[in-house]
T-cell receptor, first 113, second 113 residues
């Protein structure tokens, strides 16, 4: 069974700092990997989707990379802002599971003004 | 506006009662999903449906039931057989095909009194 891990569980940085969030998965047989943001008590907002054949995707200050062979993805956030404070989750779309996604436990990010 | 709606936002249930959570989407997506989120844990899949009148169990289907009579709707019933139902429930949908991203509703918080 696919296991998805996100380290660290929590991260606190001063405003303006660049930061990297990590996601690792045990089975490289994936279709894609999706990064989400979740604010307290809210649903998930999709940030980036990387297909298994891609190495990275960019949207604004966000850049996500994927190394399928090593089972790792990173989410890079440039010039962090207090509004970036949220929990960030990654999810992998796994082959041979009928379109199922497996989620990590998330990294709680706090950007200090 | 296209999107996914979940109702109610908060739901309180007495022990022994069945309750139904609503999920509606107007994105014309074929696939719909129900997840459960507990503090400190990632999202866990309860049920998913890839087409009308068809659905499959996820990893934690015991004590839950679903129906998919319409493309737009995928209600989840939490039965009295679910021993620990207090959680945050999230509904998601995606276009058919393995390379498309998931979109989430705002969630329903269920509390057992």
């Amino acid at each position: 069974k696919q296991e998805v891990t996100q380290i660290p569980a929590a991260l606190s940085v001063p405003e303006g700092e660049n930061l990297v969030l990590n996601c690792s998965f045990t089975d490289s047989a994936i279709y894609n990997l999706q990064w989400f943001r979740q604010d307290p008590g809210k649903g998930l907002t999709s940030l980036l989707l990387i297909q298994s054949s891609q190495r990275e995707q960019t949207s604004g200050r966000l850049n996500a990379s994927l190394d399928k062979s090593s089972g790792r993805s990173t989410l890079y956030i440039a010039a962090s802002q207090p509004g970036d404070s949220a929990t960030y989750l990654c999810a992998v779309g796994v082959k041979n599971t009928g379109n199922q996604f497996y989620f990590g436990t998330g990294t709680s990010l706090t950007v200090i003004p | 506006d296209g999107g996914i709606t979940q109702s109610p936002k908060y739901l309180f249930r007495k022990e022994g009662q069945n309750v139904t959570l609503s999920c509606e989407q107007n994105l014309n997506h074929d696939a719909m999903y129900w997840y459960r989120q507990d503090p400190g844990q990632g999202l866990r899949l309860i049920y998913y449906s890839q087409i009308v009148n068809d659905f499959q169990k996820g990893d934690i289907a015991e004590g839950y039931s679903v129906s998919r009579e319409k493309k737009e709707s995928f209600p989840l019933t939490v039965t009295s057989a679910q021993k620990n139902p207090t959680a945050f429930y999230l509904c998601a949908s995606k276009r058919s095909g393995i390379y498309n991203e998931q979109f989430f509703g705002p969630g329903t918080r269920l509390t057992v009194l």
